[in-house]
């Protein structure tokens, strides 16, 4: 062996290495070849990974199909959102062949209507998992106006640089889902003394980045780096997919219905109105009437409903997606090489409880957690590799369970 035997990298010697591999006049040991390995992956992944390829497009009916292996039932939700998808790709795919002409797509962002615990978020996580272009998701709830305690709206950009990896580029190619967005709608028609910061005020911020303009982005976020140098970032091609309960907003659709329906055939067409699902006759006026002013709504022109879950939705929420919930305990239980069996009369039960709370497929999860701890806690210190959950055990555990504090959950 030669003294000079050693890694022209690190400058270990042969004896301090696993492996030595020998060059031209140099040599390598088997750790730093590990490393540059993972190094060119990176490089790689982040040169393709936003590459967006005709051949890979999935069609609207594809992209539907995929979401309906995670998410039960909202089959209008999905086709919006699919279509919204699939255009979208056509676009960035018409503007990247440099070609110019005369009719220019615009994007069409989208509103998602729907009550809590419908699906609206879940939605938008499962469509980012097959996507090629850069996807976040914002909470609406902590924006206000700019100079006000909270996060300025320029911060949503800020979030898709980062899941981007600062990669402009592919940042302004990218899909935006703002959820909560009625948590800034207008407190009142009455002006107030006070300024309504984290409302209106957060709204008409929000105008120049639905419609596509060039905003500077802070991008370590908003102002606790003062120091630090904006990012341009052009929103044209950026597509915005708002999400948001819109709690009471059923009165203003009814209102409606109920003043528009006059003449002979009123008594009739009340009739074909489904009381229990108001949400599929949303229109815009309802959103204005609600406190959305009308600048964002015209910025928003796909609106879509969830529907309200029903017994049977709520029934194969629990067993048939994916990563269904009962799916999900049985592998944990897995993992401590325990067979976790459930009746069926335990799943009925479950969901006879989730309608009770009326807190939508959360509510499930709610319940199985009060009705799991207990055996999650001490089963993987016993030594039974079996586990039964029997109605009598899921009554007995969730009657124990502090039912109040589940409910306001």
Do not use: W
Request: glycine share 6%; proline share 3%.
């Amino acid at each position: 062996m030669r003294n000079t035997d050693k890694c022209s990298f690190c400058g270990r010697d042969r004896k301090e290495t696993n492996l030595l591999v020998a060059g031209m006049n140099a040599f390598i040991c088997d750790l730093c070849a590990e490393q540059a390995n993972i190094i060119v992956r990176e490089e790689l992944k982040k040169k393709g990974e936003f590459k967006l390829n005709k051949s890979k497009l999935l069609k609207p009916q594809e992209i539907k199909t995929f979401l309906s292996q995670y998410v039960i039932g909202q089959d209008d939700a999905k086709k919006y959102l699919s279509v919204a998808v699939y255009n979208h790709y056509k676009r960035l795919l018409q503007n990247s062949n440099g070609k110019t002409n005369d009719v220019e797509i615009e994007k069409s962002n989208i509103l998602l209507v729907g009550e809590t615990g419908t699906g609206k978020t879940l939605l938008a996580r499962t469509i980012a998992r097959m996507l090629h272009v850069p996807f976040t998701i914002v909470d609406a709830t902590v924006l206000t106006e700019a100079g006000y305690v909270g996060e300025d709206v320029e911060s949503i950009l800020t979030r898709l640089l980062q899941a981007a990896d600062y990669n402009v580029e592919a940042a302004e190619k990218g899909i935006v889902f703002i959820d909560e967005i009625d948590k800034i709608a207008r407190k009142g028609d009455n002006p107030s003394i006070t300024r309504d910061v984290s409302g209106e005020g957060v709204q008409q911020a929000m105008l120049k980045l639905l419609e596509g303009s060039k905003v500077n982005v802070p991008p370590q976020g908003g102002r606790k780096h003062p120091e630090q140098k904006m990012i341009e970032v052009d929103t044209t091609n950026i597509l915005f997919i708002c999400g948001g309960a819109f709690e009471g907003i059923q009165r203003k659709i009814a209102q409606r219905l109920n003043t528009q329906i006059v003449g002979y055939g009123a008594s009739k067409q009340r009739d074909d109105i489904d009381r229990n699902n108001l949400l599929q006759y949303i229109a815009p006026q309802d959103l204005r009437a609600f406190g959305l002013i009308p600048e964002i709504i015209g910025r928003l022109p796909v609106i879509t409903f969830l529907n309200p879950l029903d017994r049977i939705t709520l029934r194969n929420i629990l067993t048939e997606p994916k990563n269904a919930i009962i799916k999900q305990y049985t592998k944990l239980f897995e993992l401590d090489n325990i067979k976790l069996k459930f009746d069926l009369d335990v799943l009925d039960y479950i969901v006879d409880k989730a309608l009770e709370f009326k807190l939508g497929a959360r509510g499930l999860r709610s319940i199985c957690e009060a009705i799991m701890i207990d055996a999650m806690f001490e089963l993987p210190s016993k030594p039974e590799k079996e586990m039964h959950i029997t109605l009598e055990y899921a009554t007995k555990k969730l009657e124990k369970a502090n039912l109040k504090r589940l409910k306001a959950a």
